[in-house]
T-cell receptor, first 114, second 114 residues
Framework: AQSVTQPDIHITVSEGASLELRCNYS??????LFWYVQSPGQGLQLLLK??????LVQGIKGFEAEFKRSQSSFNLRKPSVHWSDAAEYFC????????????FGRGTSLIVHP | KAGVTQTPRYLIKTRGQQVTLSCSPI?????VSWYQQTPGQGLQFLFE???????NKGNFPGRFSGRQFSNSRSEMNVSTLELGDSALYLC?????????????FGPGTRLTVL
């Protein structure tokens, strides 16, 4: 079975600073990988996903993520954070065979200082 | 097109009562998944329905049940409520298998058990 770890529970950055949120997964092959964002009082929204091909994936709201097979990682990045990016971010892993259900990380709470 | 809707948005119940939550997926989506979100446990998968059949089930007691109708709308029911059932319940719809497709989440139903 797959698993996913988001090592950082909280991250605080200043507005305009760069951002990297970490995600590590455990799976026997290359999984499907997702990043979702949850703003306060709302459901989750997909930022980007990786299925195959180019390991650098572009998403919405200026986010990108890079799949690194050797490190079993799928870190999310943004070059310049805006105050509206303050939210909870979830990494999710889906298996290519077997379970139909993705496994979500515990989430990273992003705090943005003005 | 309209997003995933969930009703009600907020519920307050007392221990021992039962509750029914409703979810209307995006038009054309046949897969509906339910998740329980709490600060301590994160996002936990409850069950997934596809074409009116429960296709996957998480590790929750039998007090948690669900169903899906022919129009893909779904309901989940929790009987004999316990204090620990207080959580945000999220519904997500997708075209097919959630592990391999983008899930669209509703805003959730906030259940408080007193």
């Amino acid at each position: 079975a797959q698993s996913v770890t988001q090592p950082d529970i909280h991250i605080t950055v200043s507005e305009g600073a760069s951002l990297e949120l970490r995600c590590n997964y455990s799976y026997g092959a290359t999984p499907y990988l997702f990043w979702y964002v949850q703003s306060p009082g709302q459901g989750l929204q997909l930022l980007l996903k990786y299925f195959s091909g180019d390991t650098l994936v572009q998403g919405i709201k200026g986010f990108e993520a890079e799949f690194k097979r050797s490190q079993s990682s799928f870190n999310l990045r943004k070059p310049s954070v805006h105050w509206s990016d303050a939210a909870e971010y979830f990494c999710a892993v889906g298996a290519r065979g077997g379970s139909y259900i993705p496994t979500f990380g515990r989430g990273t709470s992003l705090i943005v200082h003005p | 097109k309209a997003g995933v809707t969930q009703t009600p948005r907020y519920l307050i119940k007392t221990r021992g009562q039962q509750v029914t939550l409703s979810c209307s997926p995006i038009s054309g989506h046949r897969s509906v998944s339910w998740y329980q979100q709490t600060p301590g446990q994160g996002l936990q998968f409850l069950f997934e329905y596809f074409s009116e059949t429960q296709r996957n089930k998480g590790n929750f007691p039998g007090r948690f049940s669900g169903r899906q109708f022919s129009n893909s709308r779904s309901e989940m029911n929790v009987s004999t409520l316990e204090l620990g059932d207080s959580a945000l319940y999220l519904c997500a719809s997708s075209l097919d298998q959630p592990a391999r497709n983008e899930q669209f989440f509703g805003p959730g139903t906030r259940l408080t058990v007193l």
